[in-house]
């Protein structure tokens, strides 16, 4: 994952309401009228954030008759955080390796 990819589903996470979403479907797979009976905001609302969500892998969604249904998508998850401990921590790839500290 690169760093514009990363800095992108960021961006999308840092929505309280959507982080709250990740958090309700933690829980297993939910229809909207589950997450909408939770929160108070409109269906629109709740649109709006399940496509961000879906549209950057966060969570699936499947279509049974006239519900939808969410899920997390535990492996772009698991990618997220593996790359946050890549940044954590001093590795091959780090960027610092490249840089000479106190050449400026």
Same mark, same amino acid.
């Given at each position: 994952?690169?760093?514009?990819?990363?800095?992108?589903?960021?961006?999308?996470?840092?929505?309280?309401?959507?982080?709250?979403?990740?958090?309700?479907? +933690?829980?297993?797979?939910?229809?909207?009228?589950?997450?909408?009976?939770?929160?108070?905001?409109?269906?629109?609302?709740?649109?709006?954030?399940?496509?961000?969500?879906?549209?950057?892998?966060?969570?699936?969604?499947?279509?049974?008759?006239?519900?939808?249904?969410?899920?997390?998508?535990?492996?772009?998850?698991?990618?997220?955080?593996?790359?946050?401990?890549?940044?954590?921590? +001093?590795?091959?790839?780090? %960027?610092?390796?490249? %840089?000479?500290?106190?050449?400026?």
């Amino acid at each position: 994952m690169s760093y514009k990819e990363l800095s992108a589903i960021l961006k999308v996470l840092s929505d309280p309401s959507r982080l709250e979403i990740l958090d309700l479907l +933690s829980c297993g797979e939910l229809c909207a009228c589950d997450l909408l009976e939770h929160f108070q905001f409109s269906q629109p609302t709740l649109s709006h954030h399940m496509k961000s969500l879906v549209d950057n892998e966060l969570v699936t969604t499947r279509k049974d008759g006239n519900k939808h249904w969410y899920q997390l998508n535990h492996a772009i998850l698991d990618d997220i955080i593996q790359n946050l401990n890549i940044i954590n921590t +001093s590795n091959q790839r780090c %960027v610092c390796k490249n %840089v000479k500290s106190g050449d400026c």
